[in-house]
């Protein structure tokens, strides 16, 4: 299990890299630094699997004393902390 120390300190590499939660839910880290929410699932249809991703969002870290109306306009902006995603708060 992913905690926020984790995420915040993740630094980004020459090539991307996930860091993994559970049940498919994963940290990206990308050459840029962008940090990037995905959740990695499977589609089952006619006896055949098929694997996705679903793009959640960026990472964010709540500032202190966050109050309930950033919160939402951070999450509306795709920005989305362990909590929120763990948590599943995200839309």
């Known amino acids: 299990m992913l905690n926020d120390t984790q995420c915040r300190n993740a ?3 020459d090539k991307p890299y996930k860091l993994k939660d559970s049940n498919g839910l ?3 880290i990308k050459p840029n630094g962008v940090k990037a929410w995905r959740y990695r699932f499977e589609l089952r249809e006619d006896g055949k699997i098929k694997e996705s991703v679903f793009a ?3 990472y964010a870290s709540a500032p202190s004393g966050e109050i309930q ?3 939402k306009a951070r999450r509306d902006g795709r920005r989305f902390t362990l909590a929120d995603v763990d948590g599943g708060q995200f839309p």
Do not use: F, H, Q
């Open 11 to 13: 630094k980004p590499k």
């Open 26 to 28: 994963y940290l990206e």
């Open 56 to 58: 959640i969002g960026d």
């Open 69 to 71: 109306g950033e919160a």
